[in-house]
């Protein structure tokens, strides 16, 4: 399996991502740097967690009109996966690729600890390593995590089920304590309508190893893998 790793001035969880996606794998992922306008044959994208660009104007919106991102946006269009998470998911909002936008925390602080997360749906590549209303412990780290859209969309997420994770107790109870930072619906994930795009706000990569104190985000890379490679 080929993957590659998009890189952006502030990513601070590249690094995080090829570990998890060569454990998984056994392949090491490519870097590409955010400025490369072209990419070789690839199996899966990875756009990764950080702050790029330093979060300026919003979080995302400058590297959403960095060179690569067109390119990523076609290989998309063509299917191949995309995987967001946390500055990727805010990135992939910020080019269209993903519906709605992500704000400011409801609290207005950087929040970072473990949530927990239900798995709502298990039709991707990303999610069918799981069983749906499976509980899942998961890191969260961001400032703008806060995913906001209109009533039609939300609507619409909802219909197609194409919300992937929602912020819950550890008991699987959807309530406005559970949810960290305010997102419409408990929202933590959602999926395109064809459903070979994930952007997520909590970081699966970094929950992979007991090393690491859990291996719940293990499953998401596991299962990509399985499904890109047989």
């Given at each position: 399996m080929k993957a590659a790793i998009i890189?952006?001035?502030?990513?601070?969880c590249d690094r995080d991502m090829q570990v998890a996606i060569r454990a998984?794998?056994?392949?090491?992922?490519?870097?590409?740097?955010?400025?490369?306008?072209?990419?070789?044959?690839?199996?899966?994208?990875?756009?990764?967690?950080?702050?790029?660009?330093?979060?300026?104007?919003?979080s995302g919106a400058i590297a959403a009109h960095s060179p690569i991102m067109k390119e990523v946006a076609e290989r998309a269009a063509m299917g191949v996966p995309v995987l967001g998470i946390c500055n990727g998911f805010q990135i992939l909002t910020e080019t269209g690729l993903l519906p709605g936008a992500l704000m400011r925390n409801a609290g207005l602080k950087y929040i970072c600890r473990d949530v927990?997360?239900?798995?709502?749906?298990?039709?991707?590549?990303?999610?069918?390593?799981?069983?749906?209303?499976?509980i899942i412990r998961v890191p969260i780290a961001h400032h703008d995590g806060n995913y906001f859209c209109d009533d039609v969309t939300v609507n619409r997420l909802e219909d197609q089920n194409r919300i992937a994770f929602r912020y819950c107790e550890s008991d699987g109870s959807v309530s406005d304590d559970a949810n960290p930072n305010g997102s419409r619906h408990n929202i933590a994930g959602i999926l395109n309508r064809r459903k070979n795009i994930l952007g997520m706000m909590p970081h699966p990569e970094r929950l992979i190893s007991s090393t690491l104190g859990g291996s719940d985000g293990k499953a998401m890379f596991d299962s990509a893998v399985t499904a890109l490679t047989s």
């Open positions: 890189v952006f001035p502030g990513s601070n998984a794998s056994g392949q090491e992922p490519i870097m590409v740097w955010h400025k490369d306008t072209e990419l070789p044959q690839l199996d899966l994208i990875a756009v990764p967690g950080g702050f790029s660009y330093g979060d300026y104007l919003r927990w997360l239900k798995v709502e749906q298990t039709h991707s590549i990303f999610t069918r390593g799981y069983d749906k209303g499976q």
